[in-house]
């Protein structure tokens, strides 16, 4: 697998440490020469010193052969433009990091579903472990080939769940509609926007990133 990092976070330092362990291609993309020469301590994988929101730069990177694009710098619009920019290169999905909340709502208007905010994603984890749960224990309730994958519907296609044509050794764990939270059944009607929660075997997750990547015009529930 092969991804590209637009900015030299933490964030991106601890998530390519992963990668790479698994013996996945990383490129990162970087302005400040000094965070580069840090990373490459600690870090065997391709620099580039750079501005990673311009086209020119992104195209090195070959978008057409790389599944993962993530735009994890420390400034929301530059994020925003990289992530813009890298979809119309056609990386295949494209991730998008975003402190201000108040983007969300700009970034699904543009079509930018793959977005994380961390401060609001540390602080349910948080406020779950005082009420006495722990929402990381689902990463070691999934194991050996299974894998979980969400995809967020952008077309009316398809009007139920039956009618989303799943692969096999699929399911439909949740939906999410808003902050609402669902356990629906084959019937369940569908709506533009819903968060559709499914856990599934590995060697589907390619076809299910193509067939849902928000790069795809087809994006959505087909």
Same mark, same amino acid.
């Given at each position: 697998m092969r991804?590209?990092?637009v900015g030299g976070s933490s964030l991106t330092?601890?998530?390519?440490? $992963?990668?790479?362990?698994?013996?996945?291609?990383v490129i990162i993309i970087e302005q400040d020469e000094l965070r580069i020469d840090a990373l490459k301590e600690e870090l065997?994988?391709?620099f580039l010193h750079a501005d990673g929101s311009k086209p020119a730069v992104l195209r090195e990177t070959d978008?057409?052969?790389?599944?993962?694009l993530f735009c994890l710098t420390g400034d929301d619009q530059s994020n925003i433009i990289?992530?813009? $920019?890298?979809?119309s290169l056609g990386f295949q999905r494209v991730i998008t990091k975003i402190n201000d909340p108040e983007f969300e709502h700009i970034c699904m208007e543009l079509g930018l579903t793959d977005? $994380?905010?961390p401060s609001r994603t540390i602080g349910?984890?948080?406020a779950e472990v005082v009420a006495g749960q722990d929402p990381l224990e689902i990463s070691a309730m999934i194991k050996g080939d299974a894998r979980v994958f969400s995809f967020v519907t952008r077309t009316d296609h398809a009007k139920t769940l039956k009618e989303l044509d799943l692969p096999d050794l699929t399911r439909v764990i949740c939906i999410y509609r808003g902050d609402e939270f669902a356990l629906p059944n084959a019937d369940f009607a569908l709506k533009s926007g819903?968060? $559709?929660?499914l856990i599934t075997h590995m060697r589907n997750l390619p076809a299910l990133t193509k067939r849902w990547s928000v790069a795809n015009s087809t994006t959505g529930a087909e």
């Amino acid at each position: 697998m092969r991804s590209v990092f637009v900015g030299g976070s933490s964030l991106t330092a601890a998530t390519a440490r $992963i990668l790479l362990g698994r013996g996945d291609e990383v490129i990162i993309i970087e302005q400040d020469e000094l965070r580069i020469d840090a990373l490459k301590e600690e870090l065997d994988c391709a620099f580039l010193h750079a501005d990673g929101s311009k086209p020119a730069v992104l195209r090195e990177t070959d978008p057409a052969r790389t599944p993962f694009l993530f735009c994890l710098t420390g400034d929301d619009q530059s994020n925003i433009i990289a992530s813009l $920019i890298g979809r119309s290169l056609g990386f295949q999905r494209v991730i998008t990091k975003i402190n201000d909340p108040e983007f969300e709502h700009i970034c699904m208007e543009l079509g930018l579903t793959d977005v $994380i905010v961390p401060s609001r994603t540390i602080g349910r984890h948080l406020a779950e472990v005082v009420a006495g749960q722990d929402p990381l224990e689902i990463s070691a309730m999934i194991k050996g080939d299974a894998r979980v994958f969400s995809f967020v519907t952008r077309t009316d296609h398809a009007k139920t769940l039956k009618e989303l044509d799943l692969p096999d050794l699929t399911r439909v764990i949740c939906i999410y509609r808003g902050d609402e939270f669902a356990l629906p059944n084959a019937d369940f009607a569908l709506k533009s926007g819903d968060e $559709i929660v499914l856990i599934t075997h590995m060697r589907n997750l390619p076809a299910l990133t193509k067939r849902w990547s928000v790069a795809n015009s087809t994006t959505g529930a087909e």
